[in-house]
């Protein structure tokens, strides 16, 4: 029994190897061929702000300095006493320490400030659906409510591949079209035409 215990071992670790393998190359090599991706292995980061995302800013102890704010085209933000800020590409935590950070520095004595996104930035849809354009994003957004928004697929639409355009990205990713693929505010989705 000792004799084989070293033998398990080694096929152990082979098969634990060759199964790893195949997981990391599968899914990003793939996307690079053009292959596509399952609405599950969409990697959900921390939203950033960018143009046309409209923030509600609050500041405690100081309604004169809160209010709504819209992030311009230049990505920033334009706040009483401190003047234009940059949001753009920040998370809105990050965003409330900057805001804290210069109120704090001779304006305010340990400034407490909060930062919500109130109304996000569109999203575009083209391609085989009955209205193509922008449409306004709403939390928990999926590719089949987008469809649906712009007036659903034509009849040439392909419904199993989906193609989305990140905004912060340079290149279209093509995924399986499922109840779960999601749309992010600014993403252009394109719906391509099926193959008889």
Same mark, same amino acid.
């Given at each position: ?89 920040? #998370?809105?935590?990050?965003?409330? +320490? %900057?805001?804290? @950070?210069?109120? /704090?520095?001779? !304006?305010?004595? &340990?400034?407490? $400030? ?24 709403? #939390?928990?957004?999926?590719?089949? +409510? %987008?469809?649906? @928004?712009?007036? /659903?697929?034509? !009849?040439?639409? &392909?419904?199993? $591949? ?35």
């Amino acid at each position: 029994m000792t004799a084989l215990r070293p033998l398990f071992i080694f096929f152990l670790s082979a098969l634990t190897l060759a199964l790893a393998a195949c997981g990391t190359t599968g899914g990003t090599a793939g996307a690079r061929d053009g292959a596509t991706i399952d609405a599950e292995t969409q990697v959900a980061t921390a939203y950033t702000l960018g143009s046309a995302d409209r923030l509600r800013v609050t500041v405690f102890g100081h309604p004169d300095l809160s209010g709504e704010f819209e992030v311009d085209g230049t990505g920033a933000i334009s706040l009483p006493l401190i003047g234009q800020m940059k949001a753009e590409g920040l #998370s809105t935590a990050a965003l409330e +320490n %900057a805001i804290s @950070a210069s109120l /704090g520095n001779g !304006y305010i004595l &340990n400034p407490r $400030v909060s930062v919500e996104v109130i109304n996000y930035r569109p999203f575009y849809i083209l391609g085989e659906v009955g209205k193509p354009g922008e449409y306004p994003y709403t #939390s928990g957004l999926t590719v089949q +409510n %987008a469809v649906a @928004a712009a007036g /659903g697929f034509t !009849y040439r639409a &392909n419904k199993k $591949v989906v193609h989305i355009k990140s905004i912060d990205s340079d290149r279209e990713i093509a995924y399986d079209l499922t109840p779960s693929t999601v749309v992010k505010p600014g993403d252009t989705i394109r719906v391509g035409e099926r193959i008889f």
